[in-house]
């Protein structure tokens, strides 16, 4: 697989960028960005207070959310590459996941206020069917394991509509 420089999700159609988590124009969520580099994707967080579970800690929504949004990131750009879409000479991808189920391990507490990283490995594509294992870290400190089964969102077809 390539390096990139672009993150997959400034690559969606405008019309496919308002989520919360990692919409480009979505202005008041999170802006994750996921970045294919070799054979995985990474992106990074850095959770405030607003997001506090036990003083310390951030609530395990956010954590379920930044999986979520990371996995279908990398689900899109592991698509592409599958494809044989060059991202780094793109600017639209005609490529869109949503999850289909999500799977979370909790390890230990996620830090507040501690830059977060968020790794992910491609597990299999079969059609239009991508499933990604990834993790949360805050450091040295492995917080989660998630696994994401993602499918690919063909604008106006019947089923999304």
Not at 13 to 21: F, Q, R, S
Not at 101 to 107: A, C, T
Request: charged content about 20%; hydrophobic content about 40%.
């Amino acid at each position: 697989m390539q390096n990139k420089s672009k993150a997959i999700q400034d690559l969606y159609p405008d019309e496919l960028a308002h989520c919360y988590g990692c919409g480009k124009n979505n202005p008041f969520g999170y802006q994750l960005k996921t970045y294919l580099v070799g054979d995985e994707t990474i992106a990074h967080f850095t959770p405030d207070e607003k997001f506090t579970a036990l003083p310390g800690s951030v609530y395990g929504g956010l954590v379920a959310s930044l999986l979520d949004c990371h996995g279908t990131g990398s689900a899109a750009a592991f698509a592409c590459v599958a494809e044989n879409i060059d991202l780094e000479n793109t600017e639209i991808i005609p490529v869109r996941c949503v999850t289909a189920s999500l799977k979370i391990d909790f390890k230990a507490p996620t830090p507040m206020g501690t830059e977060l990283e968020l790794t992910g490995k491609l597990r299999s594509i079969e059609g239009r069917k991508i499933w990604v294992d990834m993790t949360l870290s805050a450091g040295d400190i492995l917080c989660a394991t998630g696994e994401i089964f993602s499918v690919l969102h063909i604008p106006h077809h019947p089923f999304f509509l």
